[in-house]
């Protein structure tokens, strides 16, 4: 685990940073831009975006082995026919809606002004180490998560694990927060933990419009489109499909589809060190795909609470992996296994 005092920015050591050209994983930075692009044999497959109007360190976009994209362009590179709800919903990040009464979840450049003081952002510190070759890229980077007034609740560090197998394209998400200034609380809600926005593709067929309301009553609207080429449908280690993954618990879920004339899947598997384990799912039709341990109240309907806290210097630590698979369908039992090597790792 990396340590608490390696929060320093290392991003200025240069390129002795980053994997040589001879390797099938390297990584590629722009300083300039804030992005760290990872690319095997010369196709992208993710970049690490700390862009500061995404008010979060994100992986955008996510691509297959082959380039396939598989997450929404809106905000940040709208496509044709997307839906534009929501945008805070950016590639795959990690955030939680209720954070000592602070939003990190629904914090964009759209929330006015007067109300910014009800938001929090995550700001990425520096890139702590950097590892890519034949068989596996590693980023291990930190941030700080920080209120209105730029005071300091979380202290956070994150290692990305990438690897590439058959049609696979992994990536083992590590992030461990340290409470900072004095104890945190989560309070139980639906707005969490990891989260991907997928394209338009992927989404399930709708013919509804539908309203959420965030944790202090705000409402959005995603209103029912055109479904062609709309093709998503959820499936959780449970046999749950559809709709009915929603406030579920699973140890993995997976969600498939079209993209590009091709069958694509996302699945993002929970570890069984992780709070609440199985989580639940925060899993929507309209294109969302989240997995949250900490909004138990919420998804059980009052029949359980956790109202997480972390004590002042205190530490937690989440786990998970996504698959993105194309060609043939990722079955359960492929899945399976991946979750079994996946629960042996630390």
Request: with cysteine; proline share 4%; glycine share 6%.
């Amino acid at each position: 685990m990396i340590k608490t005092n390696l929060f320093i920015t290392l991003l200025f050591c240069g390129a002795t940073l980053f994997a040589q050209d001879d390797s099938e994983f390297k990584f590629s930075d722009h300083l300039d831009q804030k992005r760290i692009d990872l690319f095997y044999n010369g196709t992208l497959l993710t970049s690490y975006d700390y862009a500061d109007s995404i008010k979060k360190p994100i992986l955008f976009p996510l691509n297959t082995v082959s380039g396939i994209t598989v997450t929404r362009g809106f905000p940040i590179a709208p496509r044709p026919g997307e839906r534009v709800d929501h945008p805070h919903h950016t590639g795959m990040w990690l955030n939680y809606e209720y954070v000592n009464n602070i939003d990190f979840w629904n914090n964009s450049t759209a929330i006015p002004y007067k109300d910014r003081n009800h938001y929090g952002t995550i700001i990425h510190d520096g890139v702590v180490k950097t590892e890519a070759d034949k068989t596996h890229a590693t980023l291990e980077v930190t941030a700080r998560w920080v209120n209105h007034q730029d005071q300091i609740i979380l202290r956070e560090e994150t290692r990305y694990a990438f690897y590439v197998k058959d049609d696979n394209f992994i990536i083992d998400r590590t992030t461990t927060l340290i409470a900072y200034s004095g104890d945190v609380s989560f309070k139980d809600v639906k707005d969490g933990l990891l989260g991907i926005r997928v394209a338009r593709e992927l989404e399930l067929p709708s013919t509804e419009a539908i309203t959420f309301l965030d944790n202090k009553g705000n409402p959005t609207t995603v209103p029912a489109i055109n479904n062609d080429n709309v093709t998503g449908e959820y499936l959780s280690s449970e046999g749950i499909t559809g709709n009915n993954v929603w406030s579920t618990r699973g140890r993995w879920v997976r969600l498939d589809g079209i993209k590009d004339d091709q069958p694509v899947c996302i699945t993002i598997i929970d570890h069984p060190k992780n709070i609440g384990y199985p989580s639940y799912w925060h899993a929507r039709g309209y294109g969302l795909f989240a997995v949250n341990p900490l909004g138990q109240e919420v998804f059980s309907k009052g029949k359980t609470k956790l109202n997480f806290v972390l004590k002042k210097n205190e530490s937690v630590t989440f786990r998970y992996r996504v698959v993105i698979h194309e060609s043939d369908e990722l079955l359960p039992k492929e899945i399976e296994e991946l979750a079994s090597e996946f629960a042996n790792k630390d």
